[in-house]
């Protein structure tokens, strides 16, 4: 069978009753040879530039894994494609081959991207000669690049599950957004098969949580708070702006802000990949806006399980020392910084569009009480400036 060319559409042929995934797929395995690993760096980075997981055994096989034969075994089960790189240095490699067997008897599709070589016939076993391929030789790989992700994509979309049942949360899962529940179970829910908030919501209640709580009480009887690795006092919390007002805080949020969740999941950050719990609402919430682009990107990786000291130094030392001031206010040629209750109208701080809800528990919220329902706004003139912590 012929290859295909940079110029047409990919398209991999599929069986038509494959075998079901024995695990849920966490990522496209790629199964090469060593001679080929300048090529595999460069198409992992495009590829997790794109949101598509990679398994590549130099990082997938952690120093002092006592089976590596077991580790590539399991990371080819929970594969949702398998990417051969096609070489005639990988027609002849012992560990491709028995990578090939593997994958041939799994759910997930053998992709192969044919990369160096004159002819296909030097490039593949004879099971595969026969079998479809792109040709990413040279340039015709920049051209192919963007079929690649859509055929990934679509195998990781038709073997992943919407929900599934965890026994851990952590690692979280690639395209899932994890929920906790105080049951000890965490449910996975593929982000991409809920498109806003509500929905995520609704499939979570229904499912798990209609015998714990009485219908639309989200955000005063019950939320959602982002959860790292560590233990935690301090909360990311999955709840609009307007939810800092003590009033809003008395009634369910679908009654105080009628489409609050009629937004995407990445809004309140319940992006793929985050971990979160279900939490009775925290008895401190503060709120934090920001322009800067670093600023930002703390509560993101915050979000994403990270435990930065920037937090600590918010919530210890950065915002009490900016508090203290007479107006709550520090003011440089380039810098606003400025802690200020809440608005009586809810509005978020100008020109600050990035927007957390910060909830404190323990000795976060002894932290924090004195500054219940108000808003640490942080404005850089260059708003892609390094975060000054105010030296």
């Known amino acids: 069978m012929r290859g295909l060319s940079s110029k047409e559409n990919l398209h991999i042929e599929t069986s038509s009753s494959p075998s079901p995934p024995s695990s849920i797929p966490r990522h496209a395995f790629i199964s090469y040879a060593h001679a080929d690993a300048a090529f595999v760096d460069r198409l992992v980075e495009d590829l ?15 120093p ?47 992709i192969p991207l044919w990369v160096a070589g004159d002819r296909w016939e ?11 391929y792109v040709d990413c030789r040279g340039e015709h790989y920049v051209d192919a690049r963007v079929g ?13 599950p919407q929900q599934a049942v965890l026994t851990q949360a952590w690692p979280p899962l690639a395209g899932y957004v994890s929920i906790s529940l105080a049951d000890g179970r ?35 009887d019950w939320l959602l708070a982002n959860q790292t690795r560590e233990r935690q006092e301090l909360y990311v919390l999955a709840v609009p702006w307007g939810w800092l007002q003590p009033a809003a805080r008395q009634q369910p949020l679908s009654q105080a802000q009628r489409d609050w969740d009629a937004v995407p999941l990445d809004t309140y950050g319940l992006a793929a990949g ?34 930065p000291k920037e937090l600590d130094l918010l919530t210890i030392d950065f915002l009490p020392r900016v508090a203290g001031n007479r107006s709550g206010r520090y003011t ?24 957390y809800v910060l909830g404190g528990t323990g ?12 808003v640490l706004s942080y404005h850089s003139a260059d708003s892609q400036a390094p975060v000054d912590w105010w030296d």
């Open 48 to 62: 997790e530039r794109a949101g598509i997981p990679c398994w590549v055994d130099r990082w997938g096989l952690q």
């Open 64 to 110: 002092g894994t006592p089976n590596w034969e077991q580790a590539i075994r399991a990371a080819i089960a929970d594969a949702f494609a398998v990417l051969l790189i096609a070489s005639p240095a990988s027609r002849q490699a012992l560990a491709v081959q028995g990578e090939m067997a593997l994958a041939s008897g799994s759910a997930s599709r053998i």
């Open 122 to 132: 030097d490039s593949a076993a004879l099971t595969l000669l026969r079998t479809q």
């Open 148 to 160: 690649i992700v859509t055929v990934l994509q679509g195998e990781w979309d038709r073997l992943a």
């Open 186 to 220: 965490t449910i996975a829910f593929r982000a991409a098969a809920y498109p806003s908030v509500r929905e995520l919501l609704n499939a979570l209640y229904l499912g798990y949580l209609r015998d714990v709580y009485r219908p639309f009480t989200y955000g005063r």
């Open 274 to 307: 985050t971990v979160w719990s279900v939490l009775a609402p925290p008895p401190v919430a503060l709120g934090v806006a920001t322009n800067n682009v670093a600023f930002d990107q703390t509560f993101k990786d915050f979000c994403h399980g990270e435990t």
């Open 332 to 355: 440089r040629a380039d810098l606003v910084i400025q802690v200020a209750p809440l608005p009586p109208d809810g509005t978020v701080p100008a020109d600050c569009p990035n927007c």
């Open 363 to 374: 000795r976060s919220a002894s932290h924090l009480r004195s500054y219940d329902g108000n």
